[in-house]
């Protein structure tokens, strides 16, 4: 399943990157695309799990930039 979130207060491109970065690394995602200049975050992963992998996109997000809001 492919979705796209739109996200708020994303501070800069390089912190894109790393979560982009720890976005993939998670198990059951395909693929992730963050944008910095368009403030948005595109997942795709598995259909049956998808729910709980957001869980963990937001974790980690979070990890990087504190204040940064995926919205679902």
Known sequence: MKKKFKMQDLDCANC????ET???KIDG???AT???MTQKLTID???EK????M???V???RKVEPDCTILR
């Open 16 to 19: 894109a990157m790393k979560m």
């Open 22 to 24: 720890a976005i993939r």
């Open 29 to 31: 995602v395909n693929d």
């Open 34 to 36: 963050v944008s910095f």
């Open 45 to 47: 992963a598995d259909d």
């Open 50 to 53: 998808f729910e709980s992998i």
């Open 55 to 57: 869980d963990q996109v």
């Open 59 to 61: 974790r980690e997000c």
